[in-house]
């Protein structure tokens, strides 16, 4: 029974070309899927509470200034609009918090996880191994996302001078985007993988991107566009359910300020689509994942060499 888990273990340390991590990504989502999301949902459930304040926040301070613009010709009929302004205000502020909080823990909870599947040639481990190698890179992390927040700062300025230049511009500003994402993705994993410095693991990222430039940008961009369908396609349940609704709400004319069932199905429809786009960036780092084992892995080769090593050994 203990070979079991080795039969389905998906070699990661291989130098694959562009095809083979697309393919060798959508294998790994399938057998993985599951447990990463129960991993996924153990460690956020603070942060999904926080997210359906936030959510309760923004639809109670749109739906109120949307009443309030409708029914603003009836004096005396409104309250002032202040209150509404207020709730979207703190909705936005604590969205903004909940969510840099959120993307530094799944940013690294997928990382770890891909980290200790390859540890452990397969998924047969506890996911508290994946929440122990999180807090104990906790300080790297915390500075690696600063010192990415002000480089990305940095990048989106070049980007939209780029965007400026006609049509040339824009694929300028798509490739410079998506060899970003490759660096920053591929960066991080040196920093948890092999246990480097913030600054050493951007430039140990930076030489094994900018070495295959166009095989990084094409991977994030062919996986980015297929995990943003993903998404999509996940949203759509939500959308639809709400969609309906508000038809509802626009054939019968229903007061949606004065019952308290629009702001519920609001809420958790707008919970519900924040969180799923919060699993997608957890997605796309197992993309750069598959990127950074095939490019150490070409670089160094040290998984061939380890396995030639065993050869001989026998």
Not at 100 to 126: P, Q, T
Not at 248 to 255: A, F, K, P, R, S
Not at 260 to 269: A, E, K, S
């Amino acid at each position: 029974m203990q070979d079991t888990p080795q039969k389905h273990y998906l070699e990661l340390k291989v130098n694959r070309d562009f095809g083979d991590i697309i393919t060798t990504y959508f294998e790994f989502l399938k057998q993985n899927l599951k447990k990463f999301t129960n991993v996924f949902l153990s460690y956020n459930g603070i942060f999904l509470i926080a997210l359906l304040i936030v959510s309760y926040l923004l639809v109670s301070g749109f739906i109120g200034m949307i009443t309030y613009a409708s029914n603003s010709s009836l004096v005396g009929t409104m309250a002032n609009d202040e209150d509404y302004i207020i709730y979207l205000l703190a909705g936005g502020i604590l969205y903004f918090v909940v969510f840099i909080a959120v993307a530094i823990l799944n940013y690294s909870l997928a990382g770890a996880y891909m980290i200790k599947y390859e540890e452990r040639k397969g998924n047969h481990f506890d996911k508290k191994e994946v929440w122990a190698l999180f807090k104990n890179r906790l300080g790297s992390i915390f500075l690696f996302i600063l010192l990415l927040v002000g480089i990305y700062i940095g990048v989106s300025i070049v980007g939209v001078l780029f965007a400026l230049i006609p049509l040339v511009g824009i694929f300028a500003y798509y490739i410079l985007i998506f060899f970003i994402l490759a660096w920053f993705g591929v960066s991080f994993f040196c920093l948890l993988e092999e246990n480097m410095g913030v600054t050493a693991a951007f430039g140990e990222g930076w030489d094994l991107v900018s070495r295959n430039f166009w095989k990084s940008v094409g991977v994030n961009f062919i996986l980015g566009i297929l995990n943003g369908i993903l998404v999509l396609i996940i949203m759509i349940i939500p959308g639809i359910l709400v969609g309906i609704y508000t038809f509802h709400v626009v054939e019968n004319n229903v007061d949606v300020e004065a019952g308290i069932v629009p702001t519920i199905i609001y809420t958790l429809g707008t919970c519900l689509i924040l969180i799923v786009g919060i699993f997608g960036q957890c997605l796309s780092q197992f993309v750069n994942g598959l990127l950074y084992y095939a490019l150490h892995e070409k670089a160094y080769n040290t998984n061939t060499r380890r396995k030639i090593e065993q050869i001989g050994n026998s």
